[in-house]
C-alpha cells in the first residue's frame, strides 16, 4: 500500500479534550476522527488495527465453539417489554419511533433479541448446549462519555449468549469462555486482571471481569499482596477483623462492659464532631445510616416493621417485589457501607440513602441520631465489624442524645448480620489474611452465568428427555472491541507516539525510502513487492516529504518495522538497508538482497507467537 493513496491525516496537535494516551494517539495518528460527543469514525488505519482485534476474537469464539449471527441493532420494543427491560434501563437505552408510531430499542445489549431468536426455535434438549455471538453497534447514551473510544456512545462489542440444560452445562461453556478471554487479550498483546465479580470469597464462579489497569480507570480493583484474589470493589469482601462465633459470646464479653449510657451532645451531629467532643476515635463509634431499596426480592415476611408491606408481582414470571423498602445499617465508624454489596444481599435493583425526612420517620430523630439500640420500626442489618464492638459510642434516636457503653449482643441484637463495608487498601484478604491493596482499572470484557432470569420472563422452554417442559438457564459474555484497541495503545506506545504488537497493527512493516526517486524507487518498489508475496502487509511512504517528517509519522503510527532505503545504504556492496523495530533504540543494516526473506521469516515467526 502506498502512504499517497491512503487517508492517513496525522496531527502535531492533540485535540484539548484528549486526556489519556490513546485517546490522544488514536487521533495523532490519523486513526479516528470525532463526529460528536462519543461518536466516533474510524479512518482506514484505525480500521485495519480495529478489524484484527475483531478477527482475533471471532477465532477465539469459533474456537470455543460459539456461532456467530448477525441480529439487527434496531430491536422491536416488545421483546424489551417481555423482560422488563423497557422500564428499567432508563435513559441509557436509546428508543426511536417508526412511522407507524412503534416503539424500537437502539441495542444497548442483546440479550432479549437473542433469546426471542433461540426461543421460537428452541424445542428439545438436544438443541443444548447452544451459544451464539454477534460482533455488533451497540449503542448507550452514556451520561459522560470520555477518553474517546475508551467510553463512547456507539460501539462495537462482541456478545456472546449461551442456553444450557442444566448448571453443570453453563458452567463448562463459561469455563471455556474465560479461557477464550484469556487468549483473546494475550493475543492482543493486553496484561489483564481477571477479577472475581462475585460477592463472597470462595461462593461460586458466576461472573469475571476482565480488567486492564489504567490510571483513569472507573473500577477499583481490590488485590492481594499474597495470594490472586483479585475482585471489584464493588464486591470485595475481607476477612472480618474479629467475629464473634454466637450471641452468648457477645453477651459474654458485653459482661465486662459498663452499663449503657445516655450522654448529652449538643449540636454534635456528625462522627468527626462527636471525635472530638469525646475526644476518641472513629473505631469507636457504631454508625447507623437508613437506606432506601427499591424491588426488593428478599422476603420481609418476618422483617420488623415490614409485616404490612405489600409484595407486588409483576405481569411475567420474575418472582415478587417489594418496590421499596427502608433497612438500617450499622457499622463501625471508620468504614463504610457499599451499596451495591448491600443491594445484592438484599436482592434489591438499587439501595440508596434515605432522605431526611424517611430518617426522620423511622429513628424519631433528626439525621445524625440514628442507633441500633432500640430501633424497632426497621429492619436492622449489622455489619460484621459491629459484632466486634462490646463498647460503643452511637446514636440514641433522640436529638442531641448519644448513649456510650453500647454493646452487641446485649443492648441490641440484629435481624441480619452481613459483610457490608467497602473494602479498604489494608484490609485483609478474605482468602489467605494477606494484605489488600488497589488498583485502578477498565473493564473490557465480562463473563456472567445469568442464569433464568430472561428465559423465565421471555417464556423460553424445551422439552427434556422425559418429555416435560423446562426453562434453559443461560451465561452470557461480552468483550468492547473499541475499548480493547484503545487498551492496547494505553499499554504500548512511548512519546513519540504508537508501538503496535505485531498482532493488532494495521501494517506489518513501513518502507521509508530517503527520496523516492531513481534507483531508490525501484529497489523500494522491489522490496514492498517481495514482502507483500510472503503475506507481509507493507506501507510504503511513497510522499514527497523531508525524511525528518516520514521518520515522526512512522513513529507516530506506530508500525512494528520500519525499513528505511537511500543511495548510500544502497551504494555498498552488497547493497544494505537499515532496519528498525518500533520501540527499540538501535537499528541494524542487512543486506537488500536478503531483507524480504529475512524480515519476513522473523515476522511470520513472531506472529505465530499470537497464534
Ligand atoms: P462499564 O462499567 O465500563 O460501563 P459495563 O459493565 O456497562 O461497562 P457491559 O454491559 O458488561 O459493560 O458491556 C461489555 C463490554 O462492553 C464492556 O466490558 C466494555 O468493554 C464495553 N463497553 C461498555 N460500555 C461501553 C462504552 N460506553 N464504550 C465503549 N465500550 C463499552
Ligand atoms: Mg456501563
Redesign the pocket.
Known amino acids: 500500500m502506498f502512504y499517497s493513496k491512503m487517508f492517513i491525516p496525522t496531527l502535531r496537535e492533540v485535540p484539548a479534550d484528549a486526556v489519556i494516551a490513546s485517546h490522544r494517539l488514536m487521533f495523532r495518528a490519523g486513526l479516528l476522527r470525532k463526529l460528536a460527543n462519543?461518536l466516533f469514525a474510524y479512518l482506514p488505519l484505525g480500521l485495519r488495527a480495529f478489524r484484527k482485534v475483531e478477527k482475533i476474537i471471532r477465532e477465539e469464539m469459533n474456537n470455543a465453539g460459539a456461532l456467530e449471527i448477525k441480529p439487527t441493532v434496531v430491536i422491536p420494543a416488545e421483546l424489551w417489554k417481555e423482560s422488563g427491560r423497557w422500564e428499567s434501563m432508563g435513559e441509557s437505552m436509546l428508543r426511536a419511533k417508526n412511522r407507524l408510531n412503534n416503539d424500537f430499542v437502539i441495542s444497548?445489549?442483546a440479550e432479549e433479541a437473542c433469546t426471542a431468536i433461540v426461543r421460537d426455535e428452541l424445542s428439545s434438549y438436544r438443541q443444548l448446549p447452544l451459544t451464539l455471538y454477534q460482533i455488533n453497534t451497540?449503542f448507550?447514551d452514556?451520561i459522560r462519555?470520555r477518553y474517546g473510544?475508551?467510553?463512547?456512545?456507539e460501539?462495537i462489542?462482541k456478545?456472546a449468549y449461551s442456553w444450557h440444560t442444566d448448571e453443570k452445562s453453563l458452567d463448562d461453556t463459561y469455563q471455556i469462555m474465560g479461557r477464550a478471554y484469556r487468549r483473546i487479550f494475550q493475543r492482543c498483546g493486553l496484561s489483564v486482571i481477571p477479577v472475581k465479580a462475585d460477592s463472597g470469597a470462595m461462593g461460586g464462579s458466576g461472573s469475571e471481569?476482565?480488567m486492564v489497569e489504567s490510571d483513569v480507570g472507573?473500577?477499583t480493583l481490590i488485590l492481594c499482596k499474597a495470594c490472586d484474589y483479585a475482585a471489584n470493589v464493588e464486591k470485595a469482601s475481607c476477612k472480618a477483623d474479629f467475629t464473634l462465633t454466637s450471641i452468648e459470646a457477645a453477651k459474654n464479653v458485653a459482661s465486662n462492659t459498663p452499663s449503657i449510657e445516655k450522654i448529652d451532645t449538643p449540636n454534635v451531629k456528625t462522627i468527626d464532631e462527636l471525635c472530638s467532643f469525646l475526644k476518641t476515635d472513629s473505631k469507636c463509634f457504631i454508625k447507623t445510616l437508613i437506606y432506601r431499596a427499591i424491588n426488593v426480592e428478599l422476603d420481609l415476611s418476618d422483617a420488623p416493621g415490614c409485616a404490612k408491606l405489600g409484595r407486588k408481582k409483576p405481569s411475567n414470571d420474575a418472582p415478587a417485589v417489594y418496590s421499596e423498602a427502608f433497612f438500617a445499617v450499622a457499622i463501625r465508624g471508620d468504614l463504610d457501607v457499599n451499596e451495591i454489596k448491600l443491594a445484592s444481599i438484599l436482592k434489591a435493583s438499587e439501595a440508596e440513602l434515605a432522605s431526611d425526612t424517611d430518617v426522620s420517620r423511622y429513628t424519631g430523630a433528626p439525621v445524625g441520631f440514628a442507633g441500633p439500640v432500640g430501633l424497632k420500626s426497621i429492619p436492622l442489618i449489622i455489619d460484621n465489624s459491629v459484632t466486634a464492638m462490646s463498647d460503643a459510642v452511637t446514636g440514641a434516636l433522640e436529638k442531641d442524645v448519644h448513649y456510650k457503653h453500647a454493646a452487641y449482643g446485649r443492648d441490641f441484637t440484629a435481624w441480619m448480620i452481613e459483610d457490608v463495608r467497602t473494602v479498604k487498601a489494608g484490609d485483609k484478604c478474605p482468602v489467605c489474611g494477606g494484605e489488600l491493596y488497589t488498583k485502578m482499572g477498565?473493564?473490557?470484557?465480562?463473563i456472567?452465568k445469568l442464569g433464568n432470569k430472561y428465559t423465565l420472563s421471555m417464556n423460553v422452554t424445551y422439552l427434556d428427555e422425559n418429555g416435560k417442559s423446562q426453562i434453559p438457564t443461560m451465561g452470557c459474555y461480552?468483550?468492547?472491541?473499541?475499548?480493547?484497541l484503545a487498551s492496547v495503545i494505553e499499554e504500548h506506545h512511548d512519546d513519540a507516539g504508537i508501538i503496535w504488537p505485531l498482532s493488532v497493527a494495521p501494517f506489518h512493516v513501513t518502507i521509508v525510502p530517503i527520496k523516492y526517486d531513481g534507483i531508490v524507487k525501484e529497489k523500494a518498489d522491489i522490496l514492498a513487492e517481495e514482502l507483500s508475496k510472503k503475506g507481509i502487509e507493507v506501507l510504503l511512504d511513497d510522499r514527497n516529504e523531508r525524511p525528518g517528517v516520514k521518520f515522526n509519522d512512522a513513529d507516530l503510527t506506530g508500525i512494528p518495522w520500519r525499513i528505511v532505503l537511500g543511495d548510500k545504504g544502497l551504494s555498498q556492496t552488497p547493497a544494505q538497508v537499515e532496519i528498525k523495530r518500533r520501540g527499540e533504540k538501535e537499528s541494524v543494516f542487512i543486506a537488500l538482497e536478503t531483507a524480504a526473506a529475512e524480515l519476513s521469516l522473523k515476522i511470520l515467526n513472531e506472529l505465530e507467537t499470537y497464534k
Open positions: 462519543g444497548p445489549t451497540k448507550r452514556e462519555p473510544v475508551m467510553r463512547g456512545r460501539f462489542m456478545d471481569e476482565f472507573d473500577n477498565n473493564e473490557l470484557g465480562h456472567f461480552g468483550i468492547g472491541l473499541d475499548r480493547t
